[in-house]
């Protein structure tokens, strides 16, 4: 891959069209710009990240976890971007300088296609077609749309999300540029693929549009699978990634701290192991006279994710290379130097047996089930028999963006997933009620 390809300010869905903009914002800034105004972004504000909301002590939620995702972004861009320029000259200073405002709008984009109630969201949705009612459908449809739902990932619902021409909307959803698009797909191969490497980036819905961005910036197919919808990583997906890598995990140990399920001891401890003896004794020192433990916890995340980024610019670059190849393997987190790279793999454990398995959290996890199980059972009947007066109601419910009255069956499965996935926790659970009986109207 070539850097000076793999920058492009065309648009998606505005192929064809050229305009002179007499202002000083980039084309990627206004990506950035486009996106933290609109409803879906806000609507990440009343999405589960880890821990319920809302609740006495504010954690973090999708929205929030995005903002800080997209702060390290923009460091990393921006640190390889100048770095990147000192090493090739020839390149156009406009486009290194760009690095910076892709990655921190890819940044912000890169959950807005997760569905209520978090990662078990997905989970449940999965489920329903594979365990639920949902596999009365498998006959029904086609292959490809039985691997995008039985495989439905947030990741790949971002993508469609910011690329489908919903009803009444403009061609090419939110109209991004072909590199903030490419950025925000970690995993660049098709749903129907899930099965070999469990993770994928868009469905097949969007296969074709995945296939002309990849085309315009260069982007090879896989070389371990050349004949399949599968392709190389878009190199700014490495920072997105870790960008997100950092943030959850660092700031998953700073909420449980917050919500008293680490004990200050055990924070400081996990918090302080990414540095050495010398670097430990120093930061203590500094915050020596502060009483408030919150504040010296934050002072300490802080300085990790620092090393964190700079550790991360630096292994890119030592490895810009085989990312332009296509060949470098796993994620930068992945190839973090000493002792940063045990200390966040004792942060992972850590989070895996006491934040991700706490009962707040799991309780999450339970309702979310049960909650997205209903709403996808009573859609789904709904649009297989639309003729039915409950039917009718139903639909009268979601809004006409939604293709939920389409004449193809595979159109309004992914009509429902749309529409469910877009709403948040508290809209998930008041339409639950509402249909259940639990909540009635004032009169």
């Avoid at 990849?214 to 990634?241: C, H, K, Q, W």
């Avoid at 508290?426 to 009986?437: E, M, N, P, Q, T």
Wanted: glycine letters at 6%; a negative charge; hydrophobic letters at 35%.
């Amino acid at each position: 891959m070539d850097w000076k390809q793999l920058i492009s300010y065309k648009r998606f869905g505005k192929e064809d069209e050229y305009r002179v903009v007499n202002e000083r914002r980039t084309e990627f800034q206004r990506d950035y710009d486009r996106l933290i105004f609109s409803s879906a972004f806000r609507r990440m504000q009343n999405k589960t990240q880890v821990f319920p909301l809302p609740g006495s002590i504010f954690v973090h939620n999708r929205l929030t976890h995005s903002l800080e995702v997209s702060s390290v972004g923009r460091s990393l861009g921006t640190d390889i971007g100048n770095e990147l320029l000192r090493r090739h000259p020839h390149l156009e200073r406009a486009d290194m300088d760009a690095l910076g405002s892709i990655v921190s709008a890819a940044c912000l984009a890169h959950d807005m296609g997760n569905p209520p109630f978090g990662h078990s969201g997905e989970r449940a949705i999965r489920s329903f077609f594979l365990e639920g009612r949902g596999t009365m459908l498998c006959e029904q449809l086609s292959a490809d749309t039985w691997a995008d739902i039985t495989n439905f990932d947030g990741n790949a619902n971002a993508f469609r999300l910011l690329t489908h021409q919903f009803n009444g909307h403009r061609r090419g959803g939110f109209v991004m540029t072909y590199s903030t698009l490419a950025s925000i797909v970690k995993y660049p191969r098709c749903s129907h693929l899930a099965g070999k490497r469990s993770k994928f980036g868009f469905f097949y819905t969007e296969s074709e549009d995945y296939l002309k961005i990849a085309n315009e910036l260069g982007i090879p197919r896989s070389a371990s699978d050349p004949d399949t919808l599968s392709y190389a990583r878009y190199p700014l997906v490495y920072l997105v990634e870790a960008a997100d890598d950092i943030c959850y995990e660092i700031m998953d140990i700073e909420d449980a701290h917050k919500l008293r399920l680490l004990s200050d001891e055990r924070t400081e401890a996990l918090l302080l192991g990414f540095f050495d003896e010398q670097t430990r004794q120093r930061l203590q020192q500094s915050y020596d006279v502060v009483t408030d433990f919150n504040d010296r916890i934050v002072y300490y995340r802080s300085c990790v994710i620092n090393a964190l980024e700079q550790a991360c610019v630096r292994v890119f670059l030592d490895h810009e290379e085989e990312i332009l190849a296509g060949t470098f393997e796993g994620t930068l987190i992945g190839h973090l130097p000493e002792p940063l790279k045990e200390a966040y793999k004792r942060c992972e454990e850590v989070a895996a047996s006491r934040i991700y398995q706490a009962k707040e959290v799991t309780d999450v996890d339970l309702a979310g089930y049960h909650i997205i199980y209903t709403l996808l059972e009573l859609m789904t009947d709904a649009v297989l028999s639309p003729e039915k007066a409950y039917s009718r109601l139903l639909l009268s419910q979601a809004s006409r963006q939604y293709e939920l009255h389409s004449e193809n069956l595979s159109t309004r499965i992914m009509a429902v997933l749309d529409y469910l996935s877009g709403m948040t926790d508290v809209f998930a659970l008041d339409l639950y009620r509402k249909i259940s009986g639990q909540s009635l109207p004032m009169v």
